[in-house]
């Protein structure tokens, strides 16, 4: 443990320059810009408290105690998510300006690969984070979670499956804000046209009210009945709001404002040139990290 200011310099230092990875791999464990941070300090203090002279590998220190800190607490969050109001969906974090989440880490952090990885075990959560993410070798993840190296690369071989059964053909940054661009423009006036010819035949509306606002507390599946959602309720939604451009987990989406109120960061996810979810961040103990913009 840290006894002298210098080696309390030495121990923020190490522990500062940790932080935007350790932070990533909670968030994307999580989901929770506020569970992650609680898992950080967590990590903070038992970092602080260790004899940090007879660690030989600071970095595999923080981020072992990261990763299981995360393992418990999502196993923990699954059993609360079961009686959350409405779809739950992942904190949206503000990947320009927001420079904890650190260049590093915003690969992966899209709102569409975090509900993906909610499908997966807290486990496979974590063995598929740090290797396809943060690109750990196996024997390390091995330590990390508790397991053997031979069944950690099961634990991604089975991420990576599920995963990439769900996942769609994703199409450019350029093309994903010109849909959403299109999509909210169509929205605001409710042209329900404008909208079906926007959306996939399959495509997914999520609502995240989470029982503070109102919202819809099911998915909305279908071109038809979410165009026809988004159109029945625009002139009461979007009237006297603002809508902002914004980057949020590393893709294009839009802040809306009600003066200096957020209501909410809507994104979509698009593949073969529509959009087949659309997100709507409405829960207000989520949108702290965004600023209404006058």
């Known amino acids: 443990m840290a006894t002298d200011a210098t080696d309390l310099d030495g121990s923020v230092a190490v522990f500062t320059a940790a932080r935007p990875r350790l932070f990533g791999i909670a968030y994307r464990m999580l989901g929770s810009v506020s569970e992650a941070e609680d898992i950080v300090q967590d990590t ?3 970092w602080h408290s260790a004899e940090q002279n007879s660690i030989r590998n600071p970095d595999a220190f923080l981020t072992t105690i990261t990763t299981r800190l995360s393992i418990n607490a999502a196993t923990s969050a699954r059993r609360t998510r079961e009686t959350y109001v409405g779809p ?3 904190d949206p974090v503000d990947t320009h300006a927001d420079p904890s989440i650190g260049a590093e ?6 709102v569409a690969v975090l509900l993906l990885l909610e499908t997966l075990t807290p486990r496979e959560r ?3 984070v740090l290797r396809e993410t943060f690109d750990y070798p196996y024997s390390r993840i091995a330590d990390i979670v508790g397991t053997t190296e031979p069944a950690t690369r099961q634990l991604v071989s089975r991420a990576r499956t599920h995963l990439h059964t769900a996942e769609r053909i994703p199409v450019d940054s350029a093309d994903q804000s010109r849909l959403l661009d299109a999509f909210i423009a169509a929205a605001r006036v409710g042209d329900l046209a404008r909208l079906e010819s926007l959306l996939a035949e399959d495509v997914v509306s999520r609502s995240d009210g989470g029982g503070v606002v109102r919202a819809s507390k099911f998915p909305v599946v279908g071109r038809d009945r979410v165009a026809k959602f988004v159109r ?11 809508v902002t451009p914004v980057h949020a987990n590393g893709q294009p989406a839009v802040v809306v404002a009600r003066g200096d109120v957020v209501c909410a960061v809507i994104s979509v996810a698009v593949s073969d040139a529509v959009i087949d ?8 103990t989520k949108l702290s990290g965004f600023a209404a913009t006058p």
């Open 88 to 90: 739950w969906l992942p």
């Open 232 to 242: 029945a309720f625009a002139d009461r939604f979007w009237a006297g709001t603002t």
């Open 126 to 128: 974590a063995a598929y």
């Open 277 to 284: 979810t659309v997100l709507w961040q409405m829960n207000p």
């Open 105 to 110: 880490n915003r690969a992966g952090t899209s």
């Open 44 to 46: 903070w203090l038992k």
